[in-house]
């Protein structure tokens, strides 16, 4: 990941997947924040694919 500056943002998410991604960061040893933007980038990665193949 870059050294990009970091900002905080809001966003409405449910309670239970919030509570289950921070348990998967811990069990990672991230916090939420790495964890999250990691999964929010293996996705868009994932759809790109996906995009070519079509």
């Known amino acids: 990941m870059s050294q990009e500056t970091k900002e905080p943002?809001?966003?409405r998410i449910r309670?239970?997947?919030l509570h289950q991604?921070?348990?998967a960061?811990?069990?990672?040893?991230k916090t939420l924040g790495q964890w999250l933007e990691e999964a929010i980038?293996?996705?868009?990665?994932r759809e790109q694919k996906l995009?070519?193949?079509?």
């Open 9 to 11: 943002r809001n966003i």
């Open 15 to 17: 309670p239970n997947v």
């Open 21 to 23: 991604a921070h348990i």
């Open 25 to 29: 960061a811990v069990i990672q040893k």
């Open 41 to 45: 980038l293996e996705k868009i990665e």
């Open 51 to 54: 995009g070519k193949e079509e």
